[in-house]
């Protein structure tokens, strides 16, 4: 389960920030999850909860805003949300697609006292 060690480096994140501005707790922490990360959000979750116990984060909340999958047109430049996994292309029909978002994981902020 690589959501352990992902929920770990959040952790990690989320602690040098709190020392950085002087805090003593973590509230929640807001991530961006593209749909093509290989992050199970569910896993993820579970995995936050149990490596916060103890620390200045438990009972932080771990707020996952999932990002589409995101695909360009390599023949007519056309950018579109990709649906149910069909790369193609909505305007033109090609299947030459360079997939630009959903392989998002990142922290893009960090709620903290």
Known sequence: MHEMSIAEGILDISL??????KATVIHSVQLDLGLMSGVEPDALLFCWDAV????????STLDIRRIPITGQCLDCNTV???KDRTFICPSCESNI?????????QVTSIDID
Do not use: K
């Open 16 to 21: 040098d920030t709190m020392h950085q501005h």
């Open 52 to 59: 916060t116990q103890g620390s200045p984060a438990e009972g």
């Open 80 to 82: 579109f949300d990709v």
């Open 97 to 105: 697609i360079n997939t630009i978002g959903g392989r998002e994981l």
